[in-house]
């Protein structure tokens, strides 16, 4: 299945870990780090987290907090005088688990640039967080932002006078013989580090590299599966946090209005199979097909769901090109064709296993949905 699954999502390699308590059952490399030189993948093979870096200044956070150094009531500004924009009843939970309503830094021309110039300083990272404008009432909606944690880190890096990467390191990497993880390069520097790929006109060619000044925080950590594995299996037995804290961590976020948001603090909540699911994306690249089946689309199911929504993050669109329906979104969302599988779900033909969008079965427009995106849940609003 693993081997299958990178002819399937046309991605050069993976790293595959399963444990059993705290014993490893299966820990097997399959395709290659660096497809042009043909280096193996291995279950040592070190790879870049992305949005899985997330979890980890979560948990700092948390045992910032068991400890008295702060309280996830605070208002952010309490540690962050200097971020003026920021209102005075935003609290750091609010940062953990996206309800802050601070926009997403991918939104702005400046960020991506800065994200492909290694000369970007991470003080210059700051200075454009504290412009980022704030869009809704912290609470009152969920929105994922890595803003949020961009900005945790600074307010742990404010509270412990270093660097947050220097604190992970003293406490959860090193004492819990975590050794493969660490801050990322902008290029890999061992011959077991992965290369970053993307998909290009079908072929698969190197990412140019990344300025890891402006991904802190919300990405930027690189490590191996075995790691990985071994850190969530320390965190979800009380050996990380307290099993009151890791309760925290994995809790659907109740809002404002008593509806509740699939996301705890950096750790998202699914259910693909039925079952209740704890985890995390760190990004979406490749394409595949998997070859789910799709039904006929009732005219009007087409009419219901065709229209522009606010997912927090930016708008999407629902249009018809040719009797198709497609979802569009700015990068780094996908723009794909829709297929309907029935009772209001549809797959993004892009990835449809990854990507699913589901609406309500009220009558008329559909005034709201929910999106399986990158793990996690996002929710719509339909705008006018």
């Known amino acids: ?62 045992r910032l907090a068991e400890r008295g150094v702060l309280s996830l009531d605070d208002p952010v500004i309490r540690h962050l005088p200097e971020f003026t924009r920021l209102p005075p009843e935003m609290r750091v939970r609010h940062l953990l688990n996206h ?84 801050p990322c390069t902008p290029l890999p520097q061992e011959r077991n580090a992965a290369r970053g790929h993307v998909l290009q006109g079908g072929a698969i060619v190197p990412a140019a590299p990344e300025n890891m000044n402006w991904i802190r925080g919300d990405g930027g950590l690189c490590g191996n599966a075995l790691d990985v594995a071994k850190w969530t ?22 809002l404002a209005d008593g509806r509740l948001a699939d996301y705890g603090f950096g750790l998202s909540l699914v259910t693909p199979d039925g079952r209740r699911k704890v985890a995390h994306n760190g990004a979406m690249l490749g394409v595949g097909d998997p070859g789910v089946r799709a ?42 064709r829709l297929r309907y599988l029935g009772h209001g779900e549809f797959a993004c033909e892009s990835d449809p296993d990854a990507c699913r969008l589901t609406v309500g079965h009220r009558d008329g427009p559909a005034e709201d949905l929910r999106i399986f995106m990158g793990a996690m849940h996002w929710y719509g609003v339909r705008l006018p």
């Open 1 to 62: 299945m693993a081997s299958a699954a990178l002819d399937e999502r046309v991605i050069p390699g993976l790293s595959l870990v399963v444990l059993q308590g705290d014993e490893t059952i299966l820990a097997k490399g399959y395709g290659f780090a660096d497809e042009a030189r043909q280096v193996p993948v291995s279950a040592t093979t070190v790879f870049q987290l992305g949005s899985i870096s997330k979890q980890f200044l979560s948990a700092f956070v948390l």
């Open 99 to 182: 309800t802050s309503g601070i926009r997403e830094p991918f939104t702005f021309p400046e960020y991506s640039a800065g994200i492909e110039d290694l000369r970007r300083s991470a003080e210059e990272l700051v200075l454009l967080l504290r412009r980022a404008p704030v869009d809704f009432a912290p609470g009152s909606r969920w929105s994922y932002s890595n803003a949020n944690y961009m900005i945790l880190a600074v307010l742990v890096e404010r509270i412990a006078g270093k660097s947050y990467e220097r604190q992970l390191a003293d406490e959860f990497f090193q004492p819990l013989g975590l050794s493969s993880l660490r």
């Open 233 to 254: 299996r320390l965190l979800a037995t009380g050996r990380v946090v307290t099993p009151e804290s890791y309760r925290q961590m994995v809790a659907p976020t109740r």
């Open 295 to 336: 039904r006929p689309l009732p005219p009007e199911m087409r009419r219901r769901v065709v229209g522009r929504y606010d997912i927090g993050v930016f708008e999407l669109r629902i249009v018809e090109r040719d009797g198709q329906l497609w979802l569009e979104m700015p990068p780094p969302g996908p723009t794909t």
